[in-house]
């Protein structure tokens, strides 16, 4: 095919949806892509943030899947490490890695193998997460409250409620104690909602399943070594990571886009869309740039897509767009010699301080919903890891509240009170730097007319020409994998000939849809 017969394919946002789409159109089909990336960032909320040296991972990105495409698609960007990383080294940590890898203290790019360890602080202490029932949580609880558990939850296993909305779900997998303890003030914190107004289906998709009877059954499969055994995702014990972030591999295959002839246009947001009957022709940019395409993927929020269709749009679909709800956040990243937590557990770290990924912050007297401790994600995205601990502070807002226009000065002097008064620090004066970002839209959310999505949703696959892709453009809370998957199902289909999107949108509503497709 000459250049002059070669297709285009207009793809808007260069975050994991929008990459993988160019990537995967290069690799399979005779489209030229032409990436539209609004910021000046690759990789959307997966992006990996540098300050004074320190990295910041927005969010938090595991890169686990269950899709054999996608791990075979994270392994051909970047291999995994055949040597020891810098604290495995120096505290004896002995993992199973490729004779072959690369060394990652000489060789950047390379996946890391981390163990994972995410816990819940409560009430001064930590619990496992997802919440476990081994020893150490009924010792925390005392034996007043671990009977109160307990028939709480036989309650709920003999007396279901509707799952019609997050408070009930919750209550019927965990009972209404626990429920009460670890999900209905973080849930309400996420969202600003209470649980009881929340789509049961948000809470369907991101614990697949996940209660009392799954933790137990998982627990019994590893005393019993049963082979073969499914494990939840919230449950996994290692994954891997970039290392330098989960940005860092956006960004090499940002690179190979480009290698292979593809385009990537950074600081150029989508304004508007031009429908000519079910087909768009054009989009057009703020600066007034107009891009012209045959097939149009896009990964913006489908708020704002459908906007940008204008007088296009029927009033019932544009009325549902108009009422999707968003939810923002804001990360401050803290330097730190040590934190004021001890390491009780059997995991060691170069500083002395816990070994957590992520901690779950359920105290109500605060407002952060979410701590990262960047060093055990990478020693790598950290400039003096023998010596400071840098963690990543995430707070749950929505744009233009109180929050979110608080100053950057006043922000982090909050953010500093609050973590010196649930102990995580010894005192304000321990932090030695801050930075404070802004993340929008960066969770949609399942209530007001998401109830009524699908009739959006179908308007939309009418669109011959269009193809709605990844977290924001499905408008669906999913991980980093399915939003590739979507991206691969998306040219999959568009290379057989076809134009039918309804194994695009699978991707997130069938159950494990990604083990079917491995």
């Known amino acids: 095919m000459s250049e002059n017969e070669r297709k285009t394919a207009i793809i808007i946002g260069a975050g994991p949806a929008g990459l993988t789409a160019a990537y995967a159109l290069l690799k399979h089909t005779e489209y030229h892509p032409i990436v539209l990336e609004a910021s000046e960032y690759i990789g959307g909320i997966a992006r990996t943030h540098e300050y004074h040296g320190n990295r910041m991972d927005l969010g938090g990105h595991r890169f686990f899947t269950k899709s054999d495409e996608v791990n075979e698609l994270w392994r051909e960007l970047m291999p995994l ?17 490729p004779e072959d890898g690369p060394d990652p203290e000489t060789v950047d790019r390379t996946f890391l193998l981390r163990r994972r360890l995410s816990r819940i602080f409560f009430d001064g202490k930590f619990y496992d997460y997802p919440i476990s029932l081994k020893a150490e949580t009924f010792k925390n609880f005392g034996f007043a409250t671990t009977m109160k558990v307990g028939f709480s939850y036989l309650g709920s296993v003999f007396h279901k409620r509707p799952e019609t909305n997050l408070e009930n779900l919750y209550v019927n997998s965990f009972g209404k104690k626990l429920y009460e303890m670890f999900f209905e003030y973080y849930t309400e914190n996420l969202w600003g909602r209470h649980p009881s107004e929340i789509d049961a289906s948000w ?15 998982d627990a019994f499969g590893k005393i019993f070594k049963v082979k073969n055994r499914k494990v ?23 690179e190979d886009i480009k290698k292979m002839g593809g385009e990537i246009v950074m600081n150029c947001p989508v304004s508007a869309l031009k429908l000519e009957g079910n087909r ?30 204008g007088d296009a749009v029927p009033e019932e679909e544009k009325r549902i767009a108009e009422g999707l709800p968003y939810r923002d956040y804001m990360t401050v990243g803290m330097l730190v010699d040590k934190l004021a937590l001890v390491n009780k557990t059997k995991v060691q770290t170069l500083t002395g301080d816990v070994p957590d990924n992520w901690i779950y912050i359920q105290d109500r007297s605060v407002k952060l919903g979410r701590l990262q401790i960047y060093n055990n994600w990478s020693p790598y995205l950290v400039a ?36 010196a008064s649930i102990g995580v620090i010894s005192g304000e004066d321990a932090v030695k730097d801050a930075v404070r970002l802004r993340v929008k839209k960066a969770y949609p959310a399942y209530f007001d007319t ?45 290379s057989s ?13 069938e159950e494990e849809y990604h083990e079917k497709k491995s």
């Open 232 to 254: 939840n995702t919230s449950l996994i014990e290692e994954f891997f990571y970039p290392k330098k972030g989960p940005g860092q591999l956006w960004e090499y295959m940002a």
């Open 384 to 419: 003096d890891p023998e010596h400071t601990v840098w963690i990543g502070l995430e707070y749950f807002c929505s744009e233009g509240d109180d929050m979110w226009n608080m100053s950057d000065e006043d922000f982090i002097a909050l953010a500093k009170r609050e973590l």
């Open 81 to 97: 490490q055949g040597k020891p990383s810098l604290d495995d080294r120096i505290l004896g940590v002995e993992k199973k890695l």
């Open 450 to 494: 998401y109830s009524e999505f699908a009739t959006l949703r179908d308007w939309l696959s009418g669109i011959e020409n269009l193809w709605c892709l990844g977290r924001n453009g499905q408008h669906r809370y999913n991980n980093m994998d399915h939003s590739m998957l979507t991206a691969l199902e998306a040219v999959r289909t568009l």
């Open 280 to 309: 768009i022709a054009s989009v057009s940019t703020a600066d007034g740039r107009v891009y012209a395409g045959d097939e149009f993927f896009s990964t913006m929020p489908v708020r704002d897509l459908v906007a940008g269709m």
């Open 203 to 217: 809470g369907k998709q991101r614990t697949k399943g996940l209660s009392i009877f799954g933790i137990l059954k």
């Open 497 to 509: 000939g076809s134009h039918d999107k309804r194994d695009v949108w699978a991707v997130n509503t």
